[in-house]
């Protein structure tokens, strides 16, 4: 059992300079520890409520005093004094205190920095790493290290609009440890950028997570030039290096149809796109390819991608064990964008886990658009032994804490990097 002694919370400023809920958790034999919640920018519409505070004159109403307050009032007087065996008792606990379906009460926010907080406490308690102790609260043997999957350009809500689709990712396939991985991911890095200032003619501009967002004049140039960029760093694209792709397709569907470019398309158009892409370019992955509410075309389009890529469900599946429930009955995708922080809760985002498993889903880790330099991301990729991991670009420390800690772990475990 493990007696809450204290808990406490602070409002910190995320990647964006915008607020978010730091939570401090105590427990009675002395251990203290502290989580971050990072926030997103392209959400989807069942994600859990992040509550902020509304005032225009601070932060433009996006203030978390209101979170941080509902920790220091609500959820720490009816937590302090009481002992929970592990961490699926004390979320009961908080979901419980909640009552609401979206969490708009105390504030999802409020509600994840005191798990992850309870989570680090209890991992320090026992003496042990996060990600070893996130393994056993789910259960699992850790035998390797997530694939990564870095930002290398970006548009939509990431960037200044100037293509639709948000990111292209490069996946370091062929190389075995993180290691290395990054290694090659710098090189075709700088290789991008050289590219991008001779031909877009710019200085660079990055996007939300450090990806490179000149004026693509379309989409399918972003996945070309990243082809190019692979090319010229040496590496074989597919084979070294390969592709991912988040479409984020609900940000530009409106009234039935995708505004990719200045035509819009049909959903059988949108797939038709995207399969086109999957011929013509290394692509592994593709994370909302439509959008969030276009259900019936999902299982057409998983269908159309066969075994060539994973159908991702970011926005599509809001990490909401109901609505991967309903995509696996459907079969509408074949892997789960997993963030905590769109159900609000580990011990829901482990649920949300679980159905993807148990349909033989792929499982991609993700970081948010406005990130903290707190590095627990990384442990939970390794520790729930997701098969990617998305944590944006190589350059800016709220990335790179979780890309340093991946370091860390492959140190001292010296596992292999999963086959993409
Ligand atoms: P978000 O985007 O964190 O801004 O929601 C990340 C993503 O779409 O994967
Ligand atoms: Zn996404």
Same mark, same amino acid.
């Given at each position: 059992?493990?007696?809450?002694?204290?808990?406490?919370?602070?409002?910190?400023?995320? *990647?964006?300079?915008?607020?978010?809920?730091?939570?401090?958790?105590?427990?009675?034999?002395?251990?203290?520890?502290?989580?971050?919640?990072?926030?997103?920018?392209?959400?989807?519409?069942?994600?859990?409520?992040?509550?902020?505070?509304?005032?225009?004159?601070?932060?433009?109403?996006?203030?978390?005093?209101?979170?941080?307050?509902?920790?220091?009032?609500?959820?720490?007087?009816?937590?302090?004094?009481?002992?929970?065996?592990?961490?699926?008792?004390?979320?009961?606990?908080?979901?419980?205190?909640?009552?609401?379906?979206?969490?708009?009460?105390?504030?999802?926010?409020?509600?994840?920095?005191?798990?992850?907080?309870?989570?680090?406490?209890?991992?320090?308690?026992?003496?042990?790493?996060?990600?070893?102790?996130?393994?056993?609260?789910?259960?699992?043997?850790?035998?390797?290290?997530?694939?990564?999957?870095?930002?290398?350009? *970006?548009?939509?809500?990431?960037?200044?609009?100037?293509?639709?689709?948000?990111?292209?990712?490069?996946?370091?396939?062929?190389?075995?440890?993180?290691?290395?991985?990054?290694?090659?991911?710098?090189?075709?890095?700088?290789?991008?950028?050289?590219?991008?200032?001779?031909?877009?003619?710019?200085?660079?501009?990055?996007?939300?997570?450090?990806?490179?967002?000149?004026?693509?004049?379309?989409?399918?140039?972003?996945?070309?030039?990243?082809?190019?960029?692979?090319?010229?760093?040496?590496?074989?694209?597919?084979?070294?290096?390969?592709?991912?792709?988040?479409?984020?397709?609900?940000?530009?569907?409106?009234?039935?149809?995708?505004?990719?470019?200045?035509?819009?398309?049909?959903?059988?158009?949108?797939?038709?796109?995207?399969?086109?892409?999957?011929?013509?370019?290394?692509?592994?992955?593709?994370?909302?390819?439509?959008?969030?509410?276009?259900?019936?075309?999902?299982?057409?389009?998983?269908?159309?991608?066969?075994?060539?890529?994973?159908?991702?469900?970011?926005?599509?599946?809001?990490?909401?064990?109901?609505?991967?429930?309903?995509?696996?009955?459907?079969?509408?995708?074949?892997?789960?964008?997993?963030?905590?922080?769109?159900?609000?809760?580990?011990?829901?985002?482990?649920?949300?886990?679980?159905?993807?498993?148990?349909?033989?889903?792929?499982?991609?880790?993700?970081?948010?658009?406005?990130?903290?330099?707190?590095?627990?991301?990384?442990?939970?990729?390794?520790?729930?032994?997701?098969?990617?991991?998305?944590?944006?670009?190589?350059?800016?420390?709220?990335?790179?804490?979780?890309?340093?800690?991946?370091?860390?772990?492959?140190?001292?475990?010296?596992?292999?990097? *999963?086959?993409?």
């Amino acid at each position: 059992m493990y007696r809450i002694e204290e808990l406490d919370a602070l409002e910190i400023l995320d *990647s964006r300079g915008r607020p978010t809920v730091k939570a401090g958790c105590r427990l009675a034999d002395g251990a203290e520890a502290w989580a971050s919640v990072p926030s997103g920018a392209s959400t989807g519409d069942a994600e859990a409520h992040e509550l902020r505070d509304g005032d225009p004159a601070r932060y433009g109403g996006l203030g978390c005093r209101r979170a941080v307050a509902n920790v220091r009032g609500p959820i720490r007087q009816a937590l302090v004094g009481r002992a929970f065996r592990d961490q699926v008792e004390l979320d009961r606990a908080l979901l419980e205190l909640d009552g609401s379906p979206d969490k708009s009460r105390l504030g999802a926010n409020a509600i994840l920095a005191v798990s992850l907080a309870f989570a680090r406490v209890v991992a320090r308690a026992a003496g042990r790493p996060l990600y070893a102790h996130f393994a056993a609260m789910a259960g699992i043997e850790p035998r390797r290290l997530p694939q990564l999957t870095i930002n290398l350009f *970006s548009g939509g809500k990431h960037a200044g609009g100037q293509a639709a689709i948000q990111d292209v990712l490069v996946v370091p396939v062929g190389f075995g440890t993180i290691d290395k991985g990054l290694a090659a991911t710098y090189a075709v890095y700088q290789a991008a950028a050289a590219l991008i200032r001779r031909k877009y003619g710019m200085r660079l501009l990055r996007a939300d997570e450090g990806g490179l967002a000149p004026d693509f004049p379309d989409c399918e140039t972003m996945l070309a030039d990243a082809v190019e960029a692979i090319r010229a760093a040496g590496f074989e694209p597919g084979r070294q290096v390969a592709l991912a792709v988040d479409v984020a397709a609900s940000h530009f569907w409106r009234e039935g149809r995708y505004h990719l470019a200045d035509e819009p398309l049909t959903s059988p158009e949108m797939i038709d796109t995207l399969a086109g892409w999957l011929e013509r370019y290394p692509v592994v992955s593709v994370e909302d390819g439509l959008a969030q509410e276009d259900w019936d075309h999902w299982p057409v389009w998983r269908r159309r991608a066969g075994d060539r890529a994973l159908v991702l469900g970011d926005d599509f599946l809001c990490t909401n064990p109901d609505r991967i429930r309903r995509a696996v009955a459907a079969h509408a995708a074949s892997a789960l964008l997993l963030k905590v922080n769109q159900v609000g809760t580990l011990t829901e985002a482990l649920e949300a886990l679980r159905l993807a498993r148990q349909a033989g889903w792929a499982v991609t880790v993700s970081a948010r658009s406005g990130e903290t330099e707190d590095d627990w991301l990384a442990d939970l990729a390794v520790g729930w032994q997701g098969d990617q991991i998305k944590i944006g670009s190589i350059t800016q420390s709220d990335r790179l804490a979780k890309y340093n800690r991946l370091l860390e772990i492959e140190r001292a475990t010296g596992l292999p990097v *999963s086959p993409a």
